[in-house]
């Protein structure tokens, strides 16, 4: 298991740029592929992005592509998510998410470690 911990989410206007942060306790973080959902109010948890616990794949929303770039650093048992080209519609709380495997998961219900979310709001 391990601990994550959001941060970085804020107020920004439309076009602007937002980098979230989550750093992970648990001296395993390598062994983890790591994600990144999205929740608004009323909806289910969204896949944003995701990527392998080496950092040599990578997976997006069709929705967030070309905008958005997920990164880790292993040696600091942290991964990222750079917002570019940031729209209204991507204002929602964001989740940082690991299971310890080898592959990319798109599904919310496989990942079993969970942080407890940042607030991103997009001002048109």
């Known amino acids: 298991q391990v601990q994550l911990v959001e941060s970085g989410g804020g107020l920004v206007q439309a076009g602007g740029s937002l980098r979230l942060s989550c750093a992970a306790s648990?001296?395993?973080?390598?062994?983890?592929?790591m994600a990144w959902f999205r929740q608004t109010l009323g909806k289910e948890r969204e896949f944003v992005a995701a990527?392998?616990?080496?950092?040599?794949?990578?997976d997006y929303a069709d929705s967030v592509k070309g905008r958005f770039t997920i990164f880790r650093d292993n040696a600091k048992n942290m991964v990222y998510l750079q917002m570019n080209s940031l729209k209204p519609e991507d204002t929602a709380v964001y989740y940082c998410a690991a299971v310890s495997t080898v592959v990319l998961i798109k599904a919310a219900a496989l990942y079993d470690n969970w942080g407890q979310g940042t607030q991103v709001t997009v001002s048109s």
């Open positions: 990527i392998t616990w080496s950092g040599g794949g990578t």
């Open positions: 648990g001296r395993t973080f390598a062994r983890y592929a």
